[in-house]
């Protein structure tokens, strides 16, 4: 167990805490991480596109001019390829682009971008998460203590009381609030800061180990 320092809403050190090694203490594994950023990206696409084959483009089906006799290569359609106006041919279509990925390997992943957090520096714990009501200036106030003005996204447990905390963040761009069951590793990689409630970071301890 490694120790950290916990944090009130003022910034200033009130404990420290023990993390749990299996979850914050482990070897990144680069490529646990990779594969899972991969598959939550490929999972965002809508893959709405789509072409229009010849079954599809509006037009005659009257052959365009006889097939002898006049020097032109012989054209059976104008809804062809090669004509202006005519089909897409190979073109791209409804799609699902997720593809699924192990759970071992998913847990492996969030370890590894929890655990590349703490080496970093970039993870804090905090109290709590608990504001006396829902005014933006809250949120500020508490990132301005912290000295945070990049991307933070803050981990609450279900069990915190975050409901007003979640409401005030909505007006600041580079905050996000999330609970220990929302955790993926895309968002985790992409903030740089990473807050966790002091209950938040023992769920993740037990939940995730």
Do not use: C
């Not at 993390?19 to 893959?47: C, H, K, S, W």
């Not at 709590?128 to 803050?154: C, I, P, Q, Y």
Request: charged share 25%; net charge positive; aromatic share 8%.
């Amino acid at each position: 167990m490694s120790k950290i320092d916990v944090y009130n809403q003022e910034a200033k050190v009130v404990k420290s805490m023990e993390l749990a090694d299996a979850v914050f203490g482990i070897e990144p594994n680069q490529q646990a991480m990779y594969d899972t950023i991969l598959a939550y990206q490929a999972g965002q696409r809508q893959g709405t596109h789509n072409t229009l084959t010849r079954a599809f483009v509006s037009g005659t089906g009257k052959k365009p001019f006889r097939q002898k006799g006049t020097g032109r290569a012989r054209q059976g359609s104008t809804r062809a390829t090669q004509w202006r106006h005519g089909a897409i041919a190979f073109g791209p279509h409804p799609r699902k682009y997720g593809f699924k990925i192990n759970r071992k390997v998913r847990r492996l992943a969030l370890r590894s971008a929890l655990s590349a957090k703490v080496q970093d520096n970039d993870l804090r714990v905090i109290e709590n998460l608990s504001f006396e009501d829902f005014k933006t200036k809250k949120a500020v106030a508490l990132m301005n203590a912290f000295g945070f003005d990049r991307k933070t996204l803050f981990v609450a447990d279900a069990s915190d009381d975050f409901a007003n905390a979640m409401i005030a963040m909505n007006n600041i761009p580079n905050a996000a609030l999330v609970t220990v069951g929302e955790l993926n590793v895309y968002d985790i990689v992409n903030a740089d800061k990473l807050v966790f409630t002091e209950k938040a970071a023992e769920v993740a301890g037990e939940v995730l180990a």
